[in-house]
């Protein structure tokens, strides 16, 4: 079945910096990558998602990348602020028209604990 | 207001003592799963319903059960729990199994002695 590795997991920067967090995955017929930001002691809410047919997206502060031929899609997040502070986990999926036997299935990355201080 | 209600949001239960977990949407989605969430695992995928009476084993499906006998309603029942099970659960449903979003409910935090 297919694998999520998610880097770093934990992740401290300044307000203002940039993060970046990485994942990759094992199974090349996922074709749907969302990211899912946990704050605390609430529910994973998406923030962004992307498929397989298209390199970036972005919206405001926050962009996502996925390179196919190398199985990864990172999260990239601008001009942090302290309310970005979260965790942020990665996730693949095979969707309609992949075939195979992994519709439904949805596999998280281990999740990043992203810490921005003021 | 558009949801997902998991009940009981807590619970201490001792081991092999029967338990289910409920959640219901209001969003009339065909997809609907429930997940795990333990401290550097992540979320780990239980069981999955594309639509009702469609069922199928997530990547931890061990010592789980699930029925979707009504499109609203896919409860998670832990026939006899062990301490091993103690975790935080989390349903979820989409509006359908080929992609999109996930809308989760608040979680269910299960201790089991």
């Known amino acids: 079945g297919e694998n999520v590795e998610q880097h770093p997991s934990t992740l401290s920067v300044q307000e203002g910096d940039s993060a970046v967090i990485k994942c990759t995955y094992s199974d090349s017929a996922s074709n749907y990558f969302p990211w899912y930001k946990q704050e605390l002691g609430k529910r994973p809410q998406l923030i962004i998602d992307i498929r397989s047919n298209v390199g970036e997206k972005k919206d405001q502060r926050i962009a996502v990348t996925l390179n196919k031929t190398a199985k990864h899609f990172s999260l990239h997040i601008t001009e942090t602020q302290p309310e970005d502070s979260a965790v942020y986990f990665c996730a693949a999926s095979i969707g309609a028209g992949a075939g195979g036997t992994s519709y439904g299935k949805l596999t998280f990355g281990q999740g990043t604990i992203l810490t921005v201080h003021p | 207001e558009a949801q997902v209600t998991q009940n009981p949001r807590y619970l201490i239960t001792v081991t092999g003592k029967k338990l289910t977990v409920t959640c219901s949407q209001n969003?009339?989605?065909?997809?609907m799963s429930w997940y795990r969430q333990d401290p550097g695992l992540g979320l780990r995928q239980i069981y999955y319903?594309?639509?009702?009476?469609?069922?199928d084993k997530g990547d931890v499906p061990e010592g789980y059960k699930v029925s979707r006998k009504e499109k609203r309603n896919f409860p998670l029942i832990l026939e006899s729990p062990s301490p091993n099970q103690t975790s935080l659960y989390f349903c979820?449903?989409?509006?359908?199994?080929?992609?999109?979003?996930?809308?989760f409910g608040e979680g269910s935090r299960l201790t089991v002695l």
């Open positions: 979820a449903s989409g509006r359908s199994w080929v992609t999109g979003e996930l809308f």
């Open positions: 319903s594309m639509n009702v009476e469609v069922t």
């Open positions: 969003m009339n989605h065909e997809y």
